[in-house]
Structures are given as C-alpha cells and as structure tokens.
C-alpha cells in the first residue's frame, strides 16, 4: 500500500545542525528510549529507520545539516531530492549556542530551496531551541528570510514549558478540522458532565485541544499528564505491551484515558464520584464513532492526494 | 477504595492488548509516578509547592527514564535548577517538606556575631592581664590596652575589607590566607601560613604549661582536702582571703620572671610531692591523656564544648569581682620611681604587654568567617566594634580589679604572677573552681588546637588535611613535644604569649593588612601620602613591637 512506503508517506522533517537538540527532542516528545551507543560520532542518517509515526500518516525524519563532514556533505546534496518529498511538515531547529550565524541562516536559506522545488506546500516551523541559556530575539530575521514560504517561529527549551507549548502548536495546525473538532469536544463535555477534556495526539500525547468547565489552578497539567503518560509507555514498551486505556479513581474525581480516533486519545475528568465508570466508558465509546466519522471528512482526500503522485 | 494513598495494580489480559486498571498500591517497588503535595510542613502553613517547581521535577522524572543512568544528555544543567528556597523533599505519603537551606540557618542576627567574636577572642591571656598592667605600670598598662585595642581593631577591619577590593572574582569564600596569596602569590600564602601557625602553636603551648599548672593544683587541693594537711609555707598575707607571693623577690630591680629558678620545693619529703610536681612530672602525666586525643581524625566531637570557655571567662569575671570586694583596694600611685610595695606609673617594660596584647585581640585569621555570617552585612564594622569594645572592656575589667585589689602593704605588686592564679593558694575553694572548670575547659579546647594546626599545615604541604596515620602522628609528637619542654623548663606563660603574640602579630596584625591595603590602593591609582606614611608607621609599629619583646 502506497501509505506503508517510507518514500512516498508525508514526512515531518526535522532539521538542524548537529547537536542543536533534535534527537533530545523527539526523545522528548515521543517517549523514545536514547540508548547510549545512538550518541553518534557522525550525523543522522536516518530515513531508511524511522518508524515514528504520527498523526496517522506522517513519519518523523531527522535529519542533520551543515555539519563539517564532506561526506555528509555530498550525500546530502545528491540525496535532496528525495529527501526534501512529501515533506508535509518542515520544523528546523536553531542552536541558540551557535556562533557560526551566518552559515546556519545559509543552510536554512537552501532547505527552504529545496522545500520549495519539492514540496511547496509544506508548513515550516522554526524553533530557537537551548533557550534556557541565552535569550536571542531571531524571529523577524527568521521570518524575513523564509519569505515567499510563511514560517511560524518558536522558542524552546527542554527544561520549560516552551518546548511542549511549541510542539502542541505545531501538532494543532496539523489536524484537519481541528477548530470543528474543538467544538463537539465541547459539547461531547457538557453533555457527559464533565469537569475536563482533553485530547491528546496518539503518539507523542500533546494535547490537541481541550475543555474546562471551570478555572484550573495548574497551568502545567498538561505537560504533566503527558509525561505520565510517556513514562507509562516506556515502562509498557520494555514488556512489549502497548498502552491502550486507563482509569483512575479515588473519592474526590475519576479519570479515564482511553484510545479515541485513529490520531487521538481522549482524556476525561468527572468530579462527581456518584456517576459510575461504565457510563462514562459507555458514553466515551458512543462519542468515539462520532469523531471518527469527522476525521475521515478528510482522511480520503489525504490518501487521495497521495496516489496521483 | 479509601483515600489517595491506598492503591491496587491489576493486570487484565485480553487478546493481544493488555488494559490496565490502575489503583496503585504504595508498596516501595511502585515509585509514584507523581504526587502532587496537598500540604507543606514547613514555616508557612499557606505555602504550596510552586506550579513551576512541580512542572519541573515532572520533566526532570520523565527525562530520566529516557537515557540510561550515565547518559549526562537530559541531565539538568545548573542554571535550571532551582535555588535552595525552592526545593522540596516529597515524603511517601503526599507531603512535601521544604529543606531548609544552609544559607538561611547561616545568617545570625548582630547580637550572636558580637557574642560568637567575643567568646573567640577571649583566651588565655585573661589570666596574664594583671600581670601586663604591673609590667607597664597602672597609668600606662591602662592606656595601652585601650591603644593596642584601637589598633588592633583599625587592622582587622583592614583585613575584613581586604576581600572587598579585588576585582573580578569571586572571594565569597575567601580567608585572609587567600587574599594574601592573591597580592603576594606563594610569598604571602606561606609567610600567613607560618604565622598563624605560631600563634596557634603558641596557644597550645601555653594551654601545656596551664593545664600542668591546673591539674597540679587541683590534685593538691583533693591531697590537701583529703589528708586534712593544711599547709601555710608560702609567704602571703593572712586571713581568710589569703594572697600568696610565690616567689618573694629580695631584689626589687629585676623583673619576676627570672624567678622561676628559685623553686623551693616543699621538702617535707613526702612521697606525694615527688611524684606530684607542677614541672617534673605532671606535664609528662598529660601525655597519656592529650596525645591520643590529638590523632583523633575530627574534631567535631570538641567542638561542642566551646560553651565552656563562656562559662570559664564568666565565672572569672564572677571571681574576679568577688576577690576585689574582699580584698579592697590597694593603690598608691608612683608617677617614676618605684617603691617597695608598688610599681611606677610608667615603666619601660610596657612592650611586655603590648606584646600580650596583640595575641589578646587577635582574631585576624578568621574574622572574615565570622561575618560572612551576619544577617545585616553593612553593620559589619559596627558589629566588630562594638566586640572590641566588649574585649576590651572584659581584658581591663580583670587586669584593673585583681591590680588593684592585690593587697599591696604586705605584698609588693611585682608579686603579681603571670597567671593570676597562681597568687592563691591551693587550699582557695573559689580558686580551686575556676583551676578545674579552666582544666576540663582547656583539655576539651586542645584537640580542637591541634585539628587546626593539623588542618592547615597539612592542608597546604599534602593537599590532604590527614595525609597519612605517621605524618599526623609526628606532628603531633612535636606539638606535645614543645609544650612538655616549657612546661618543664621555662613555664612562664606570660613570656610565651607576649613573644608569639608579638611575632605572629607582627605579620598577620600589623604588615600583611597594611601592605595588602596599600598594593590595593596602589594598584588602583588611589595611593596617597597621608595613607601611605599612616600604614608604613602601623609597619614599623608591629616591627618594633616584635623588637620590644627581645630588648625591654
């Protein structure tokens, strides 16, 4: 099936120069296990392994550029073609520590080259990451010279909120229909009475959306939750398990997690105690049909799309 | 299900996916992927762990289940973690408990710094301030003590602001040694080294020669107490609140301290007074019970006895104020010429207390430990002050009363002794207090000594403050070694002090404050004449005071 072909599947490039944080961060955000010996000598030549997918349909590639081996250099430059198809999402990642400016706007500069030969419609992200140590403002230089392509700037780091806020975002202009999606989660809420609801991305649990019947005092639950959550997944995958649903109670609120679409996982919060899990499980289950029916609106045209290539 | 803290894990297998209902149990093989506190016992009942300090320990427990333990890749870097005020210890059980901070329980309010300066500097040359005050005559003993006070107090601000003038570096944790190292490089290191190793060594072996002095007549006194011998040898004045002359000195020129070869051993030939003499044998008997002490690898354990010393100087005072109610005063004031029951006013063997003295109010070596941990840093040098003041004011409180309360018809004031002491009998029940509350005050501060000694010259020859059992050990030998030896030979404390205090003055009061002052002033262009001329004469002021010692 043309969806299964790593070549021709949409990808989500990740790019940066070596040691800029792109394999911390998709540890990060994909709960993978960084094992030591991936602490590689050379550069990431990754597109023939990557099996991370997301969103369905997309495959995460790393991909490091401008690195001073001549070899990576020339197999980078032949290999441009197809590295820069199907490219759906392009986030590249900026060193905040770098000194060599110039030449990192320069490898941006023929990236975009190449999205725009290969991929023109492909959304570009730019994410100023390490900014724990220094704070630069880059984003009108970034966006000035991303011109004809649009690009949305963000500042990261993994040891604040900003990362997880950046990647969300990200994830959030992705969904087909998400602002449609918000809504009916809205009403799905109100109709099953409960405190809160989240959805999560299948794979990495950034929240896509959310909602809160009254103000929450933690501004950093979500990030939280899906930490949990990862740290669940880690443990499950060491058994070779997959997580699927979960519930937790006590006397004051009950929780359940449980698989929603095919992208998504849904997370609901019901403070009355007096409600028994199998309504919700049931009213979960009914609702799942529901929003699966909105997310294949445009899951044809996708795969569509995808065989006149 | 009961409460947050009771849980249950249950798998459930069906087909190929495992669904898992969670109730965690709190067994210790489950960690708590995260509990938020509901409380904080802590200072303020209202506070909760802040929301970022949560989000942050959140990431700091998923980022470490992704590398292995070695990996140092999502190791949190200094700057993003949280200062001490912010970390908390989360209990089993949901609560957090904010730590207290070393910097926070550092800080002492003014009274504690003044009372903590106080109580360092107050050494053995308490007992000697009666006898400086004859050497220097009434008159003049007083002014020096208030001069040498001033000095003394000019130079250790001088050596308090020495770390606040260096540019770009961090001196937080700085001593004097180091600021001498970084004006003078090796020179300086080494010559404040030597120095404040004189002074120390020096105090240990005035302890030897007290201690020897204490126990000899502590066990007199039980010996006496138990064989009901009353004895009444000595020459001293009669009654009640008897005051003894030692050594009665039939020559009124010299000075007393050559008297210590005129020795009458009691010779009623008992056994007892063979194997019980103040320098024969008793400094030898403190071997066995010090020595072991001194290889002790801490000294932590001596430490919590510096109480005592407070108790010692207080009870002193208590002492000294109810000998002088007794005794009355007794004072005829000479200008120049001495008498045969009293000294001139001013006399030419005054260095010998300015020499005293230096060692009295010296506490250069480590002031600047002292108030790094005073609450309020700009009443450093009111704080210091007002210490000063207290010393002196304890120093003169001593040495005036027992001058004055010496009772002169009968005893010439040259009968003062060194260590005041020594000027009533064994048979005195109050002295007989303050020798042994002294005696179990010094042998709890010796080790404490020695550690220092220890920890300084071995610190700086080895690296390593106990390089190895033998090299401790030999240190130790010399160290008890030179106090046996003045014990047996030359125990007059008085000279002990005034030539260590002046030699160790000389460098660590007088020159390396002034000249590390001055070379900063120099190095920023702001050198005057005035300064300059000032703190060269403080220079020649040490240097001469060294030179008094030897030739007055």
New interface residues.
């Given amino acids: 099936m043309v969806q299964n072909d790593p070549l021709l599947s949409s990808q989500v490039l990740l790019m940066g120069k070596s040691g800029s944080g792109k394999t911390?961060m998709r540890?990060?955000i994909f709960?993978?296990?960084?094992?030591?010996d991936t602490?590689r000598l050379g550069a990431t030549i990754d597109v023939e392994h990557s099996h991370v997918r997301f969103l369905g349909n997309l495959v995460l590639n790393l991909w490091d550029c401008g690195g001073q081996d001549t070899f990576m250099e020339n197999y980078f430059t032949s290999q441009r073609d197809n590295i820069f198809r199907n490219v759906e999402v392009l986030i590249y990642v900026f060193d905040v520590e770098s000194r060599e400016l110039e030449k990192d706007m320069h490898y941006y500069q023929s990236c975009l080259e190449a999205i725009l030969q290969n991929s023109p419609d492909a959304k570009i992200f730019c994410l100023v990451h390490k900014m724990?140590?220094i704070f630069k403002e880059r984003e009108d230089d970034l966006k000035r010279l991303s011109r004809p392509l649009a690009c949305t700037c963000f500042r990261t780091s993994?040891?604040?909120?900003t990362l997880y806020k950046a990647w969300s975002s990200i994830v959030y202009q992705l969904i087909p229909n998400v602002q449609q999606l918000e809504c009916n989660l809205r009403n799905f809420a109100q109709i099953i009475e409960a405190d809160e609801v989240l959805l999560f991305e299948r794979a990495t649990f950034l929240v896509i959306s959310h909602y809160q019947c009254k103000e929450q005092?933690?501004?950093?639950r979500f990030?939280?939750i899906s930490?949990?959550i990862?740290?669940?997944k880690?443990s499950?995958s060491k058994?070779a398990?997959?997580?699927?649903?979960?519930?937790?109670?006590?006397?004051n609120f009950a929780a359940f997690i449980d698989v929603f679409t095919s992208n998504t996982y849904v997370m609901v919060i019901m403070s009355d105690p007096s409600i028994p899990s199998a309504a919700t499980l049931i009213n979960i289950r009914n609702a799942r049909r529901h929003f699966e029916k909105l997310e294949r609106v445009d899951g044809p045209k996708h795969s569509l799309h995808m065989r006149m290539r | 299900?009961?409460?947050?803290q009771s849980i249950l894990v249950s798998f459930i297998l069906t087909g190929q996916?495992?669904?898992?209902?969670?109730?965690f149990l709190f067994a210790l093989s489950f960690r708590p992927?995260?509990v938020?506190p509901r409380n904080i016992v802590g200072d303020d009942a209202q506070e909760q762990v802040s929301?970022?300090a949560?989000?942050?320990s959140?990431?700091v427990?998923?980022?470490g289940?992704?590398?292995?333990s070695?990996?140092r890749?999502?190791v949190?870097?200094d700057?993003?973690i949280p200062s001490p005020e912010d970390i908390y210890v989360y209990s089993p059980l949901g609560t957090a408990f904010k730590v207290q901070g070393g910097d926070s329980t550092a800080k002492n309010p003014s009274i504690v710094t003044i009372f903590a300066i106080w109580n360092t500097m107050m050494g053995t040359s308490i007992l000697s301030m009666p006898w400086g005050i004859k050497q220097a005559g009434f008159t003049l003993g007083i002014i020096i003590i208030v001069l040498m006070g001033l000095l003394t107090l000019y130079c250790c601000y001088r050596v308090l602001k020495s770390t606040k003038s260096i540019p770009h570096v961090d001196t937080s944790d700085w001593e004097f040694p180091d600021v001498c190292k970084y004006y003078f490089g090796g020179f300086g290191k080494w010559s404040s080294l030597v120095f404040s190793l004189v002074s120390l060594i020096g105090a240990m072996v005035v302890y030897w020669v007290l201690m020897s002095n204490f126990l000899f007549n502590t066990g007199k006194f039980i010996y006496n107490y138990v064989h009901n011998v009353s004895t009444s040898d000595a020459f001293g004045t009669n009654g009640t609140d008897r005051v003894i002359c030692p050594y009665p000195n039939l020559d009124p020129d010299g000075d007393s301290s050559t008297l210590q070869y005129y020795v009458k051993e009691n010779s009623t030939g008992q056994v007892f007074d063979l194997w019980w003499s103040k320098t024969n044998t008793i400094p030898f008997y403190l071997i066995v019970l010090l020595l072991p002490l001194l290889n002790f690898r801490s000294a932590s354990f001596f430490a919590r006895f510096t109480f005592l010393g407070t108790l010692s100087v207080v009870y002193l005072i208590f002492l000294v104020t109810y000998k002088a109610i007794r005794l009355g005063f007794h004072l005829d004031f000479h200008w120049f010429d001495s008498s045969t029951f009293f000294v001139p006013e001013f006399r030419s063997l005054f260095p010998q207390l300015s020499g005293v003295l230096t060692l009295a109010f010296f506490i250069h070596n480590c002031i600047i430990t002292l108030m790094k941990n005073n609450k309020h840093q700009e009443n450093n040098v009111r704080d210091l002050s007002l210490a000063y003041l207290l010393v002196g004011l304890t120093y003169l409180y001593v040495g005036v009363l027992i001058f004055a309360a010496f009772p002169s018809p009968p005893l010439s004031k040259e009968c003062i002794e060194p260590n005041f002491l020594d000027n009533f009998p064994s048979s005195d029940v109050l002295v007989f207090v303050a020798r042994a509350c002294l005696l179990f005050q010094m042998t709890s501060v010796y080790p404490l000594l020695g550690y220092l000694v220890r920890v300084q010259l071995m610190g700086q020859l080895f690296g390593d403050h106990y390089p190895g059992f033998l090299h401790v050990f030999i240190l130790n030998i010399l160290v008890v070694g030179a106090g046996v030896l003045m014990a047996r030979f030359y125990p007059n404390i008085g000279s002990i002090i005034r030539y260590s205090g002046a030699l160790c003055g000389l460098a660590l009061v007088f020159v390396l404050p002034s000249l590390i002052h001055l070379t900063s002033l120099n190095r920023r262009g702001e050198l005057r004449w005035p300064s300059a001329v000032f703190h060269g004469f403080l220079v020649l002021l040490g240097v001469a005071n060294l030179f008094g010692q030897f030739f007055m």
Avoid at chain 1, 241 to 251: D, I, L, P, Y
Avoid at chain 2, 1 to 4: C, H, I, N, V
Avoid at chain 2, 17 to 23: E, K, L, P, R, S
Wanted: one cysteine or more.
């Fill in positions: 911390s540890s990060i709960a993978n296990y960084i094992a030591r602490r724990d140590l993994i040891w604040d909120e005092r933690d501004a950093h990030e939280k930490n949990i990862k740290q669940f880690l499950c058994l398990a997959s997580f699927q649903s979960m519930e937790v109670r006590n006397s | 299900l009961s409460g947050d996916n495992y669904t898992f209902f969670f109730y992927f995260h938020e929301s970022e949560a989000a942050l959140s990431r427990h998923y980022y289940r992704l590398t292995a070695s990996d890749l999502l949190p870097p700057h993003v």
